[in-house]
């Protein structure tokens, strides 16, 4: 494989830029957090996946998303400790979880779903919130009922049930993730990043992308990700489903890259 500086490899970018429209390489359209805008351009640029041909590859990463989109960007994969404890598969789908919405159709009819994007800023409508406590160097993931909005009938239904299962106390082992572990993590995964924007058209249930924008990031701090945490700006994504763990996911808000990087610069 050839090596390229990052100036040539911008380069590069630019020509996949200037030729149009390219196919997506995977099936999915718009599917939440399928990747594909990123995907098809490693393949254009006959690369494996986040392994970019310059020199210092392993401290880049590339990600990439469709424009006009709300949607959070995926930081990270990395689960909760303790991980003995397989915290999703063994505590909160079982004892947490709720009915999947194609149980008894895609999936059987036991099928629970546990999906929760969570900030520190306010609980989500089932009571679930993070929390930065740096006395403990740690982001915790608790659980507080008072907090579950059960003017939903769905919710509050589900609320019985969790306290049937498992009570109304406290997540116990309580989901965490150490913050000296994170930084370690999260600081050799995202270093530094390559970030493309791409306009997107259907034709015959196929997508197409049209590269459009291309941002340098630089100078990742993880002192501003800590605080980006506290701010409601870095969420935890929990995804899981009875037959399939997705992975839980740190991620970011669109528009706030600058939160987390001392040098935010736009290539294309």
């Not at 991980?83 to 009819?109: D, M, Q």
């Not at 006395?135 to 049937?164: C, H, M, N, T």
């Amino acid at each position: 494989m050839k090596l390229y500086s990052k100036d040539e490899l911008i380069k590069e970018i630019r020509k996949i830029f200037d030729a149009g429209w390219h196919k997506s390489v995977k099936k999915t359209i718009d599917t939440r957090n399928d990747g594909a805008v990123g995907n098809t351009l490693e393949s254009l640029l006959h690369i494996k996946e986040n392994n970019l041909p310059i020199p210092n590859a392993q401290e880049w990463e590339l990600k990439g998303q469709r424009s006009h989109t709300s949607a959070l960007i995926t930081l990270k994969h990395t689960d909760p400790s303790p991980r003995a404890a397989r915290i999703v598969t063994s505590l909160l789908l079982p004892n947490y979880g709720w009915k999947h919405k194609e149980a008894g159709k895609k999936y059987p009819a036991t099928e629970k779903s546990f999906r929760s994007t969570t900030s520190a800023t306010s609980y989500t409508n089932r009571g679930f919130k993070i929390i930065v406590d740096r006395g403990q160097r740690k982001i915790r993931f608790v659980f507080d009922p008072a907090k579950a909005d059960i003017s939903d009938p769905e919710i509050a239904i589900w609320l019985k049930s969790v306290e049937r299962r498992a009570g109304l106390g406290q997540l116990q082992p309580e989901p965490y993730w150490g913050l000296d572990d994170l930084q370690y993590a999260i600081g050799t995964k995202i270093g530094n990043c390559f970030y493309v924007i791409a306009d997107r058209r259907v034709e015959n249930s196929q997508e197409f992308f049209l590269y459009k924008e291309l941002y340098i990031l630089s100078g990742f701090s993880f002192d501003k990700f800590v605080v980006a945490a506290e701010n409601g700006n870095v969420l935890v994504d929990f995804d899981a489903r009875t037959g399939h763990n997705h992975g839980t996911k740190f991620r970011l808000r669109q528009g706030c890259w600058k939160d987390l990087y001392t040098d935010v610069q736009r290539a294309i």
